[in-house]
């Protein structure tokens, strides 16, 4: 059984990608619809496993570490396979409505979407961390792939931008695994971290893990070194950026929030906890100030991307050196942190997909007029808008007042002021384009309207994020499942 | 110093001029180039540092056969990606041509 549910969730995208590939783009669609159910089935079947049992160590066709591939299927683990399978499988479903399946290059939508999915499971579930690696090539290649799907000369530039800044950032990652590999012999994160515990001040392991921590922070986005982001998820097709920040920047935040909890207490010093710290509420204020003049509708939502990663970073100092109680409303408010981002910002680039559909136009300025005839799109994109600017009851209030918490338990209070003035900021951003899209005269009188399934989907999403804040208790009690070591 | 410190230390070095090509280095497949440089670098390091303990370690050797494929896999989508830009701009380089600018306008 258990081992059904494991291929199901490595093997199905996979063999998806490999048959997408030789159909076109409409029968791609239908087989995909299929694919998606199956993983959602899977995903949820794994989340009941677990809830009976306990989480699990697993090895892949039964080959053992350090040869075989290890899955650790822990808590954790568990929410950020149930939020790709819900994330995915929307941003899929308004794909297929969205994309013109006229264009030749278009029917490469589906494999490298499948190819995507492939690699995010593969980092929710890799426990040693060369498949980490492995599995964060794969995110790369195919999200450089998606971007470049617009064809013209704008999204290729965009594309080599990202394609580089993320080889750089894998290589840096790279490094820092060989040295680690170097240091201890082994690559089994949790193996790492009981030797870290043994032998403590290991200097070699300390720039290891600065290489990695840096490589990842490039490929996560975080100031200063976001100058890849807003271009590529600005140019990319709708679904496509809506996947890009609300999963495939979480992959790399993943790896480096596993590594630090793992191995920070031992490897991490206080000045590099705090320097991830003031990057990230340096990326909070730049991002949000940022988003606030974009002329482009997308480049306002990309450039709340880099605000929103930031509040990740808090993870950092606020687990560094603090009692237990603290580290864990931290964790908890980064995980919150993430679904909620990811829900409001896969709702919020779909809508702004339709709006950008519906006006004919990316430019902020041309929204005028677009509340009269598309206000469900417009309203899901506002409702999106309250969970980043994070007024209760959305997840993002949830989340930012388990960082509130656990900065004042731990006498961080510096940080608040960047929880704060990030609320702040982000609602200066979501109504401006609302004061655009409210103005009345306008020169455009013919409005395109998109199609009733592509106004839903962001909205699904987006009324979730905002119920996020209400379920928060169960939800964490997923990751807070208990894990065991047999399996 | 051993010989295998002097592998690594080498692939650390290799690496290095790796990173500074593929920051300052403004033609693309220079910076490609680059990048091919650095992982070479950091598949000596991960073979040279491993070697410590008696006999030959299986397991960096296997590590970085999966990194060539992946590196030459990322090669590959490069030269594509750098190719098709070729043809529709005529540009070597990511500077911020004058399509750019008219897009904004």
Same mark, same amino acid.
């Given at each position: ?7 199901? %969730? =490595? *093997? ?5 990608? !490999?048959? $997408? ?9 239908? %087989? ?20 009976? +049992? ?5 090895? =892949? ?8 591939? +290890? ?10 396979? %149930? ?89 840096? /990652?790279?490094?820092?695994?060989? &040295?680690?590999?170097?240091? @201890?012999?082994?690559? $089994? ?13 290991? +200097? ?131 995980? &919150? ?29 041309? =929204? ?7 206000? *469900?799109?417009? @309203? ?48 200066? /951003?979501?109504?401006?384009? /609302? ?6 005269? $306008? ?27 209400? !379920? ?16 | ?11 650390? #070095?290799?690496?290095?001029? #790796? ?19 650095? #992982?070479? #670098? ?64």
């Amino acid at each position: 059984m258990m081992s059904w549910l494991m291929a199901g %969730l =490595l *093997f199905t995208p996979l063999a998806w990608a !490999v048959v $997408s590939l030789l159909v076109g783009f409409r029968t791609g669609r239908w %087989l995909s619809w299929v694919g998606m159910v199956l993983q959602v089935g899977a995903s949820v079947a794994l989340w009941f496993a677990v809830a009976r +049992e306990s989480g699990f160590y697993y090895a =892949l066709g039964g080959w053992q570490a350090p040869l075989g591939i +290890e899955l650790q299927v822990d808590g954790l683990a568990l929410t950020f396979v %149930l939020l790709t399978a819900a994330v995915a499988s929307a941003c899929g479903l308004h794909a297929g409505v969205y994309l013109d399946p006229d264009k030749p290059w278009q029917r490469y939508f589906w494999p490298l979407f499948w190819f995507l999915w492939a690699g995010l499971n593969a980092v929710w579930l890799g426990a040693d961390l060369f498949n980490l690696y492995v599995g964060l090539e794969l995110i790369t290649l195919s999200a450089v792939g998606l971007v470049a799907l617009g064809g013209d000369a704008g999204a290729l530039r965009a594309s080599l931008r990202y394609l580089l800044a993320a080889l750089v950032g894998s290589m840096a /990652y790279l490094l820092g695994v060989a &040295l680690m590999y170097g240091q @201890f012999g082994t690559l $089994s994160l949790a193996g790492m971290s009981h030797l870290a515990q043994e032998y403590p001040g290991l +200097e070699g392991a300390g720039l290891a893990m600065a290489l990695m921590m840096t490589g990842l922070a490039l490929k996560t986005a975080l100031f200063p070194l976001h100058g890849w982001l807003p271009p590529a998820h600005g140019i990319a097709r709708s679904p496509v950026s809506a996947l890009l920040s609300a999963l495939v920047v979480k992959a790399s935040f993943f790896i480096a929030a596993r590594l630090w909890l793992e191995l920070g207490p031992n490897l991490g010093t206080l000045a590099l906890a705090q320097l991830a710290g003031v990057l990230g509420a340096l990326a909070v204020l730049w991002g949000s100030w940022l988003a606030c003049l974009q002329p482009q509708l997308k480049q306002v939502v990309a450039y709340s991307s880099v605000a929103q990663i930031g509040y990740l970073f808090l993870l950092f100092p606020l687990t560094w050196g603090v009692t237990e109680a603290v580290s864990q409303q931290a964790q908890q408010g980064m995980t &919150l942190q993430v679904i909620s981002h990811a829900l409001a910002k896969a709702a919020m680039f779909l809508a702004a997909g339709n709006l950008i559909l519906s006006t004919g136009s990316n430019r902020v300025s041309d =929204l005028a007029g677009v509340s009269r005839f598309l206000p *469900f799109s417009l @309203f899901s994109f506002g409702l999106a808008g309250v969970s980043l600017m994070s007024l209760p009851p959305t997840g993002g209030f949830a989340a930012k007042w388990l960082l509130l918490q656990a900065s004042l338990n731990s006498g961080q209070w510096w940080w608040t002021l960047v929880l704060l003035a990030g609320g702040l900021l982000s609602a200066a /951003y979501v109504f401006r384009i /609302y004061r655009a899209s409210f103005v009345e005269h $306008s020169e455009l009188d013919q409005f395109y309207h998109p199609p009733r399934r592509l106004e839903a989907i962001p909205m699904m999403l987006a009324l979730m994020s905002l119920g996020l804040g209400l !379920v928060a208790e169960p939800l964490l009690s997923v990751m807070a499942l208990p894990f065991g070591e047999g399996g | 110093m051993s010989v295998h410190l002097l592998y690594a230390f080498a692939g650390a #070095g290799v690496f290095t001029i #790796g990173l500074f090509g593929m920051v300052f280095m403004v033609h693309l497949l220079r910076k490609l180039l680059a990048f091919n440089l650095m #992982g070479s #670098g950091t598949f000596l390091v991960l073979v040279g540092l491993a070697q410590h303990r008696n006999g030959v370690d299986p397991v960096p050797q296997a590590l970085v056969l999966t990194g060539i494929v992946v590196a030459i896999a990322a090669t590959a989508l490069a030269l594509v990606l750098i190719r098709r830009y070729f043809h529709l701009t005529g540009q070597v380089t990511l500077e911020p041509g004058s399509r750019d600018d008219e897009g904004h306008s």
